[in-house]
């Protein structure tokens, strides 16, 4: 047959090239779907995660454990410290070796097994697999004085349960600083304010999944069995993991373009350490001592790039550090808020009961109330009224006034109600010690202890939530943005997995600060008084937080501004620090 004609075959050719060069953005068609599988493969593995998180204290306490109230308590702290602590491991893997992708898919896995490995504890030929037999508990003499120390109880099962915890807590760490960033690359080719209104949308879903979990597994565990309740968090995870991979068609997947984690450490070692770097470089090959120009070209960033990116992120970690101080004040939130309400009276469910709610449930045989952990709700909702309000109403009419603020600013503006949450808790503590220093008290039941409480209402707990909340959308969502959209694009996720690691040093350091000032004439020490906090100055501590973040909100705002105005000046060409698409 002859051939095409030269118009024809130069026709043809053009119109190759054309379609190879849109092959990349057609499922660009298919961003929503992407952006929605990424929302709720997010809200099922929040659910999961605090359906994990919410009652772990309660069931290593249960009478299948027997662990006891501070062995439970350190296992918990230990599984939420890991959860944040591990984020950084979890992005570099996928920056270096996984991709975001296959990273995501893997701890999926992983998460999926961690919490299967739970779930076979909560039954007893589970337990008897994994665990052995609970060891039948030694007779021991009485207590002769009320100084004497009992001998600690081994912790049954406990190699399973710590093992299960920690891979827990290393593959929700890992879907945390990994999914945020996929699902940002997802919509990044429509700009920067799709972006901004994807992390809104993000924090919403996760937000949702954290109600779920509150509402229905929470109640589950507490009310019906942990089988059935660590069986819906297998179910979660399960169902995130095959919706993820039906969405695969639909996703933007970047390979790894390599870390630059270990330049950046090599850097600073050299500009922080000069002697130090000497050293260590005399044990190096030839080839690692030359200058960057002299080096034969090697794929991934160049070492001018890596300079440059050591440069950006130099300026970036200050603005993230300076944050840490907002995560003591948030983490409040689940803990010291939480005891203060429990010293707040609780209104009756059955307000015709003339005894508390729990005592009379108890005698009418009931085996239903509500969870202690329900308490967190408040914040959950706040989140979900507020963000679509934000998203939809606020952001567009800011827009339209070109007033809409920067991630930096909406940050400060975080601080700003995250200080004056921790503000009114403080003065609310303080009226109620003066009921307290009257004896004005109310004795209520929870669970199987006594709190002695102050004739306050706990619903006077509601402005400090509700500025809690509005300061979670602020801070931390803006924070979110600001470590994406500022990161060099090799670190991405390293550094998002960074941004998590230092909210879970907030909530240590919070934790340290509570230790501290528990010791002898700390204000929070009173061990008279056991089980309640009416002979400590709890009020005091609110105020101490509500210093520190006042004083890193200015440094905050101090090094925001050097910040945003070496953005604006001119700088030279360096490489991009999010991807243009």
Not at 49 to 68: C, H, M, P, R, T
Request: aromatic share 12%; hydrophobic share 50%.
């Amino acid at each position: 047959m002859p051939g095409p004609s030269a118009p024809a075959a130069a026709w043809e050719s053009e119109e190759r090239q054309r379609l190879l060069a849109r092959r990349p953005r057609g499922p660009r068609r298919w961003w929503r779907v992407a952006a929605a599988a990424v929302l709720v493969v997010e809200m099922l593995e929040r659910a999961a995660f605090f359906g994990v998180a919410g009652n772990l204290v309660l069931y290593l306490n249960s009478a299948e454990l027997k662990w006891a109230g501070e062995q439970a308590s350190r296992a918990a702290l230990v599984f939420l410290g890991a959860s944040y602590l591990l984020a950084p491991v979890g992005g570099w893997l996928a920056d270096v070796y996984l991709g975001r992708y296959r990273a995501i898919v893997l701890s999926l896995l992983l998460y999926l097994a961690a919490s299967g490995l739970l779930a076979s504890t909560a039954f007893p030929d589970g337990r008897s697999s994994f665990c052995g037999e609970i060891p039948s508990a030694r007779l021991e003499p009485a207590c002769p004085s009320p100084g004497c120390q009992y001998t600690s109880r081994a912790t049954y099962c406990a190699p399973t349960l710590y093992a299960a915890l920690l891979l827990l807590a290393l593959a929700a760490s890992s879907v945390r600083s990994n999914l945020t960033s996929f699902g940002a690359d997802q919509v990044m080719d429509l700009g920067r304010h799709a972006s901004r209104r994807f992390f809104n949308w993000f924090y919403w879903s996760l937000n949702v999944g954290a109600m779920l979990s509150l509402l229905v597994v929470a109640f589950i565990q507490q009310n019906i069995n942990f089988l059935l309740g660590y069986s819906i968090v297998v179910g979660c995870v399960g169902l995130a993991f095959f919706i993820f991979l039906f969405a695969t068609p639909s996703f933007i997947i970047k390979p790894p373009t390599g870390s630059q984690v270990s330049s950046m450490l090599k850097l600073a070692l050299q500009n922080c350490c000069p002697r130090l770097w000497h050293r260590h470089s005399a044990r190096d090959p030839p080839s690692a001592q030359l200058l960057p120009d002299q080096r034969l070209p090697q794929p991934g960033p160049s070492p001018k790039e890596d300079i440059a990116n050591f440069q950006v992120l130099v300026k970036i970690l200050p603005v993230m550090v300076t944050l840490v101080p907002y995560w003591m004040v948030y983490f409040q939130m689940q803990s010291t808020y939480v005891l203060q309400g429990l010293h707040l009276q609780i209104p009756n469910i059955f307000p015709n009961c003339p005894t508390n709610r729990s005592e009379t449930l108890r005698a009418q045989g009931s085996i239903y109330k509500i969870p202690e952990a329900w308490l967190l709700l408040a914040n959950v909702i706040v989140l979900l009224i507020l963000v679509p309000v934000k998203d939809h109403l606020l952001d567009p009419l800011l827009l339209r006034c070109k007033l809409l603020p920067s991630a930096l600013q909406k940050m400060a503006l975080g601080m700003f109600f995250g200080f004056t949450s921790v503000i009114v808790a403080g003065i609310l503590e303080m009226k109620r010690l003066e009921y307290i220093s009257h004896n004005q008290t109310v004795s209520q039941q929870i669970g199987q202890d006594t709190y002695y409480a102050a004739p306050l209402s706990i619903w006077w707990q509601t402005p400090q939530y509700l500025l809690i909340g509005i300061s979670e959308i602020f801070a931390s969502i803006a924070g979110l943005e600001f470590a994406y959209s500022e990161a060099p694009r090799s670190m991405q996720g390293a550094l998002m997995g960074i941004f998590f690691c230092l909210s879970g040093v907030g909530s240590l350091l919070g934790s340290s600060l509570v230790a501290l000032l528990s010791l002898p004439r700390g204000w929070l020490y009173c061990p008279e008084d056991t089980g309640n906090i009416n002979k400590c100055r709890m009020d005091l501590y609110f105020f101490l937080l509500a210093g520190i973040q006042a004083a890193a909100a200015l440094l905050f705002i101090i090094i925001a501004d050097r910040y945003e105005r070496a953005a604006k000046s001119p700088a030279p060409q360096s490489c991009p620090r999010r991807d243009s698409g």
